[in-house]
């Protein structure tokens, strides 16, 4: 890594950097994101001539994070501009993630658009009309293909219940009554038929498997990736195209007949209860007064003030598994978290993406990134770059002092007495009370460090008014904090 | 990343842990660096039990420098610890860097020694002995060897000028009388015999190729990696074994005859008068009293205070080059920087590692770490984790507003009067007086923003004496700060 | 490779294989190649004991030639069994062959079907309405997708041309009256409109670009994979999908007006006339009494004499080019040759897998095997395969001493009589006459070695009636022939 | 693979290729192994108009089996020259086989040399001395490092015991009254102290462990790389350097003493007794008239007329480990096998490179290729090559009509009378009585069919005696041979 005197480079390197910068802008590349270094900081300076928007990140790894995101957010490549050797390689953690979220796909993104056969869908609309128990799953396939407007009609016309997966959140809003999120399990567990739309059965969908289904569940699944289709489990019909294009097809091959699911159906009755007794559950736990906070608490706050149409993106373990069962999206693709591959460290690349297509598209937007304390450790220094671009970016960092759980500062203090930190200190401890706020801070930001729901709803408040500035609120939580009671033993993740 | 109850976990999966943690004690591992995760969790504890000292950091990459750091510095491995998956993939840089300087390289790290022939030990010794204008380089591989004894030997007993490559600094120590670094380019183009130990030509070393070095210039190669001979340039003799063992032949060669290179020999004089009037130069430039300070008075009072025997730590592009001529190493294994790859995000992870070692091996021993300001943003989190675990590290960032240079704060306003900063910050530009210093407060250490001389010594002396906290010195230097002229028009590095 | 005592294999290893056996039974694999050796035997014979067809092979490369046709042509996946190491790498090359050709590709397999969004097939049919010189090209993609009955359907009724690609020949017969293959670089170059049915724009189809087509002809595209969309060229239509279902969706589109593309226009006159004459110039070619032989004479009595129904397999320079224009294919699936990546030693292992599938499907079909003479040697041994299982094919091995040209038997004695064979064999010419045909005597065989057109006439007709037997007719031609004069500079490849 | 009209190419290329021709050439490369195509053929020729002599070759794979054997004969590389894509792909095998075989190893082909450290020195010549049973092992290493010279004389000096690795044959003569080969089990087994001369203690040594070996046996590892010293057995010392240097060193350590290894103790007679007893039972099973024959009386008489300057290549299952231990090697570097990798396919690629060697270095040489059936089947068209080059081979086919053990016409027969072949004849069957000897015949080189002790003899005559022509004898064996019986039931490989 040489020093470089910029103003000294041969006319032949600007040439060739201008040639590439030319290639992008033809792409209609909008956004790039990385960190200069020889010999690459002419292509950063050429793609800026040309009216490319260069954003300068401070490790390649949340640069590639935030540019894989732009392909999802707008539909177009977000580009990633790296050197060579090490920056390539600090670089390959967001093209491994962007891949098992399927945003290199190259099938997803080609304009020509495919439908489904028309008996499969005739086939699929009897077995919808057969369903006594259905239910629709709306996936991030969904959200990328810009289903919303069908989705929703079938939804409403039919009269179905629904449930997003994580980034499907929104294409249908979450606030709707025929969203049975807060009754997941149940819903999952005796549905007799589930529409897939875009949604992979994998881990978070506990893979389509007994005994989280009926083991006579019919899938129907709409998805435009046939690699997609038939993984896990057998569906009773496969729907291949365009998830807009096929959802519509559905709309008119079931406005054929005059069926609707009855909203008074004993399934419909049951989803009802099941979700009012897990909201009042919830609301118990975050009405909670004992201190520190609990993670409903928290989240109970935050939902109260989030305004309907920001983005939403959050990584951490139950921070970001808990965040998303009470944090309502009303908008599709407004929500990016860790994603299938679990990645840690996304959040902050993620957070900068979306700031600056909220910035261009839907100025006044809002980018609300809920982290846990361990996953703001991995980019955390990327707070330089929100204030040095001045995005509007509120970060939440929910704290409880470690990884799934930490110490409170007394333990810590006591384990500390007699030895050699590197031996006692539990390897899912991080230092308790932590001042991540001062990272902001320290670099012209606002900064809140909060312990009470009152704290908590003043900072929301300030950092929602004023809109000059990004604002980090550190939340100090229960450092053993745990989720509420199960039903079943298998029950190990969320069960609304 | 599902949540984990971490008491509830299997028998099976902690007694594999207690096999692998076992097998790494067996090896002799004392370091492990990482971040937990499902499922290798267990694995650290497991570690810890045994008495293996665990590190938990906050970014794999960032982990896995440290642990490659470890192996350098105590000739046994250390482990790097991550989750499957993503975890993996940011450990990439680390090891991918670890891998260009050599230190995976089990050759190099095998119990036994091997020598040079015989033979080519007489004839390397005639070589030197027909010298006129002789050169020791003395590199990494030296140091790694443990030869500072045999070397240091050599070079007062012969009374031979030497020279250290970056890591090489402190075989022999930096203020020897026979340490030519002060004019390094004059010692390279002029001398008609150089003897490598362990020293690559590299583009550190300019390939050894002219107008940098004489076109008949001798080499003689000391290496244990046969790869290494012969690389650039044709040696004249080749030494194959362990560097200390084939120092010691070399000695027990050159001592049957009476030789000595003649110490007021014209080579001898043409090069203490370049180091004196290179001295002079940086001497001038360390005492401008013009604000904002230049790298050379800021390396200039650091030296002043830095203690003899602390390991000093760097990256970034000037900050490492300039800071690698003026501060001075007094013993092997001392130094660590981002080598010959050029790996910006390295030096945290380095000083992590070499703290351990220090608090074990030599305490009291300070570490001091010299970062650029973009570097330091590679891994700045690591911060929490150097007060987490409170360790014996004073952070020196030497702040420039950007990479290679940046905005002081009024071309900054003016610049973003007007226009959305995506499109008008220059890619090299950082946010200017940035308070890198709070990012240590944020976690209980010392924290100082320096802008002049005085301020500068007195967070120094300030630092050094309060052995119980790391600190960290934000340094203000002049954002379009510059080198000192350059005598040829090819020195486009380092020409002392 | 240690020996082994078969019988005294554990029952652990005998159940394990039968595991892998049973799963890949429950694939519906039918059939296995491969070569046994530790510890993969057990597999072949639990394979058998299912009721999966084993077929040992000579060597890997073969092996997995074989195995990735069997996807083609069978529509489900052939197995591939080869020990670790070694025997995987031999196996690479068929991987890589497969994945260039889109066998392994899982979005072409699946069973739901996809169609063509309505706007876009009322757009396609629009432009091949407005067509002044409209040419239909059939791939691959449409034998694989079994569209035969429909695309003959808009050829015949829309009175098309069209022009098959390599192993797009045999979806609509070769010697269907509409096929302009005789006229091939004339339709191309001036067709105003074309249609691509599963065809890719590679270099068998000069990429779709001047001066082999017209600057603005329009392409439609009908492919099920939307990565091969918008290839080199942009398309005026692209129509994602089932390539049969597309075309039916265009037959039903076009079917609405009484439009028909007039036989007896300009376009049609002009082709015609050139496959008048381009026939002619081949017969002349054909008939030529001069001895050696040269390709058109050969492939003129092949032909005369190939069963309607056989599976052609060929692979080599000119043989495959030029046997392609003479040889006619009148059935789906029916035609393998080397392929996009031009892979030299598929041959054999075709040829296996095509006898394997016909003496299945359609006893009593013979596979026709046309393989150049330095084609034939890279997997000549599997002739010892054929022989041992008995199968269904004969050999044709056009000789011309060499790769791509060689020496006549007087050269190269002249050659050698003053030198060291490897300083002056050029490094094209292989043995002159070599008796290949002795190598399918060595396994119980037939052989033939033919110098003239009647015996080449005589041992076709011999080796055809003989259904016991496969046969090798080694055919011996000019070691200089060369292709009929081009028409134009640029016509490096075949022009009719 | 487009067709070629070679005198059109343009000057460009040919400049390129002679250029690549001529950096071969000054790395002295002499052989080039390859397959022409476009657009590697200008590379042979320009390689060829500088002197470097040009194999054309089959299949890629056996080229590059070939081109890597030729660093090992001759300390050069040797070039494989084989056409993008495919043809790399195919040489991929060769590749590996000779990276398991250390033979891209760098460090083991540069030319200076290193010597062990003389403590360590001293301490191996200690144990040495305090042995009760002492043995060497000669290892490929021994042979590559061309050690032949000292350690014979360290055998011959110091009446020590030895045993040949596979390709360490011949380094001191096989018929050596020292060598220990018809004791093997037994030496390995009660040594006390084993010196390794560049042998790894892998499968084919039983990797060092009981019950195979002595658990307290001290072993003296003499090795050029670093990595291999400790590899599953700690040793008593390691010597580090060149083998043929440090062999040197022990003799002149050893030589201070007068000390020699007692050649009447009671290792030597019972080392002695075992070989006795084990030759007879050999000479038994050899002298065996029942037809067909077993592995013993075809090696017995082979061993009978093999020429003592011969090079011996194999490959097989039981062919190459019997063979092993019956045909002995009197020259270092005078065998090739499939080695520690166990590659099946790697035979005639290695005898035509070592003919390529005899022919040039040593006129006059046999190379005797010692094959499998199954083995010949994976590059048998190389015999083209064989006589196309009229290169000084015999070829021997131990022929048991399959792999490990195949079926007699007989039982073929009856087999097949029922049923489909695919599913009735075992994977490890081959066609029987396969007239392999005709695929010699087939292009002009002489074939032998022999089925008794008197025709092998008559056909190893004539085959020898007829220098003008390559031949292959195809020797029918007992297709269900087994070995002779073992004395321990871990005996699964050879016990002599």
């Known amino acids: 890594m040489p020093d470089s005197n910029f103003a000294e480079r041969s006319e032949e390197q600007m040439s060739g950097a201008k040639v590439i910068a030319q290639a992008l802008k033809t792409q209609d590349v909008e956004y790039m994101f990385g960190i200069v270094g020889i010999p690459v900081t002419e292509i950063a300076i050429a793609a800026q001539q040309l009216g490319i928007k260069y954003i300068g990140m401070r490790n390649e790894q949340a640069a590639c994070y935030a540019a894989s995101a732009i392909g999802y957010l707008t539909g177009r490549p977000g580009v990633c501009l790296v050197v060579s050797g090490p920056g390539l390689i600090h670089a390959l953690g967001g093209m491994a993630n962007a891949n098992m979220n399927c945003w290199y796909a190259e099938c997803c993104m080609s304009p020509p658009i495919s439908m489904a056969e028309t008996s499969a869908v005739r086939m699929a609309a009897s077995v919808i009309r057969n369903a006594k128990q259905p239910l629709l799953i709306i996936g991030k396939g969904a959200a990328y293909a810009h289903a919303e407007e069908n989705i929703k009609k079938l939804v409403e016309q039919y009269k179905l219940p629904f449930l997003p997966t994580p ?21 999952l567990q005796f549905a007799d038929v589930i529409v897939l739309f875009g949604a992979r059965l994998n881990w978070i969908l506990h893979f389509g498997l007994p005994p989280r289904y009926q083991p006579d569940v019919k899938f129907i699944q709409v998805d435009i990736c046939a690699e997609e289709l038939g993984n896990n489990v057998k569906p009773a019909v496969t729907l291949l195209g365009d998830i807009s294009a096929v959802s519509k097809q559905l709309l008119e091959e079931l406005d054929k007949t005059s069926w609707v699911y009855p909203p008074e159906s004993k399934w419909w009755k049951s989803l009802r209860e099941k979700m009012k007794s897990n909201e009042a559950a919830s609301k118990e736990l975050a009405s909670k007064k004992s201190l520190p906070m609990n993670y409903y608490t928290v989240f109970y706050h935050v939902q109260e003030q989030l305004p309907t149409d920001c983005f939403v993106v959050s990584e951490g373990a139950n921070t970001m598994d808990i965040g998303r069962t009470v944090l309502q999206n009303y908008l599709p693709r407004h929500r990016l978290d860790a994603g299938t591959f679990g990645t840690m460290g996304v ?14 598209r839907s100025p006044g937007q809002w980018v609300i990134c809920v982290e846990g304390d361990s996953a703001f450790g991995f980019s955390g220094m990327e707070v330089e770059t929100i204030c040095r671009y001045n995005l509007p970016i509120i970060l939440l960092v929910v704290n409880n002092n470690g990884i799934y759980q930490g110490f409170d500062m007394n333990t810590w203090k006591e384990t500390l007495k007699f030895q050699d930190p590197t031996a006692v200190i539990p390897p899912m401890c991080l230092l308790p009370n932590s001042h991540y706020e001062q990272v902001m801070t320290a670099f012209g930001g606002k900064g809140y460090f909060v312990e009470t729901p009152e704290e908590l709803q003043k900072s ?17 939580i229960e450092p053993q904090a745990t989720r509420k009671a199960q039903d079943f033993h298998w029950l190990t993740r969320s069960n609304m």
């Open 347 to 360: 959040g902050l690349g993620f957070a900068i993406a979306a700031a600056m297509v909220a910035k261009d």
């Open 167 to 187: 980034m499907g959140k929104g294409v249908v809003p979450d606030n709707h009554p025929n969203c049975v999120g807060a009754a997941r399990s149940r819903a």
């Open 460 to 476: 929301l408040r300030l950092s929602l008014a004023d809109t000059t500035k990004p604002s980090l609120i550190n939340i100090m």
